[in-house]
């Protein structure tokens, strides 16, 4: 200390002047850190942790791009890529709401697993969009974001949607509405009631042979199914089936012995 500088007097504090260009140095540097505190505020509060170069370790890191896909679905799932190879289904049909959404859904599952997916259900979530019909589609884009996490959220987001919408089977009253139509042969018949009726598997065997029986025209194959009693639809188709083909057997028979009797045409006498 030079002999010309005074200390300044105890208990007595001193204020430090910078010079000009150290002052709008300091200043600048006040003015970031505060902008920065403005911008990471909250999510400090959060707490997320600050990363070098003022980034934050976050799933949710509003600094990083967005991935791309409909936003119900969560940024993992986005993020998750395809994995290597894979090879997308070729097999499923887009779906469109008319099927029964549980069997569409584990059938694309299957697919996508067998295709390379296996145990990857955020890479075939991820897949689903391109297997929507244009109505669907549309419908998961508008959603809510971050809906779909996994695979549980995706079936109960769908089925609180699509539930109504699909067609059910029919029940035996539809099938009881499969009536032979005129100049329809037996067999005719009963191939058109037995494709019917794999479409209702779950109607109880009585209740299909009473709807055949209702439905036919023919008095004599209600008496042969009478005097057989089928308890099972094999039963009745084997009845069926028989009578048939003894009726077309008949019919063949005396269609020949007509023709023995018819008396000659020209067409027979042959060239004269």
């Known amino acids: 200390m030079s002999v010309h500088q005074q200390p300044p007097p105890r ?3 001193t204020t430090l002047v910078l010079p ?3 002052q ?4 600048a540097r006040r003015d970031i850190d505060e902008n920065r505190r403005r ?3 909250d999510a400090e509060e959060r707490g997320y942790s600050a990363h070098r170069g003022g980034r934050y370790d976050s799933d949710e890191d509003r600094m990083a791009p967005e991935p791309p896909g409909p936003r119900v679905f969560s940024r993992a799932i986005r993020s998750t890529p395809l994995p290597s190879p894979f090879r997308p289904p070729t097999s499923i049909a887009k779906y469109n709401g008319e099927t029964k959404l549980e069997l569409w859904l584990a059938d694309f599952r299957l697919a996508c697993q ?4 296996r145990g990857n259900d955020r ?3 991820g897949q689903l969009p391109l297997f929507l019909s244009d109505t669907a589609r549309r419908w998961l884009e508008e959603l809510a974001a971050n809906q779909i996490h996994d695979w549980v959220d995706l079936v109960r987001v769908f089925e609180g949607n699509f539930k109504g919408t699909y067609i059910r089977p029919g029940n035996s009253w539809d099938l009881s509405k499969c009536k032979q139509k005129s100049g329809e042969t037996h067999r005719e018949y009963a191939r058109r009631f037995t494709k019917q009726r794999n479409e209702l598997p779950h109607i109880p ?3 299909v042979i009473l709807a055949f029986i209702s439905g036919t025209t023919s008095r004599d194959l209600v008496r042969e199914l009478g ?3 089928p308890q099972t639809v094999d039963e009745l188709m084997d009845v069926v089936a028989n009578y048939a083909a003894g009726e077309e057997a008949v019919g063949a028979f005396f269609s020949c012995e007509g023709r023995k009797g018819k008396p000659p045409t020209d067409d027979d006498e042959g060239p004269s």
């Open 227 to 229: 005097r057989n009693h």
């Open 11 to 13: 208990g007595k504090k």
């Open 39 to 41: 911008r990471y505020g």
């Open 24 to 27: 709008r140095r300091h200043d």
């Open 114 to 117: 067998l295709g390379g997916a």
């Open 123 to 125: 890479a075939i979530i």
């Open 20 to 22: 000009v260009d150290n």
């Open 205 to 207: 065997d009585h209740d």
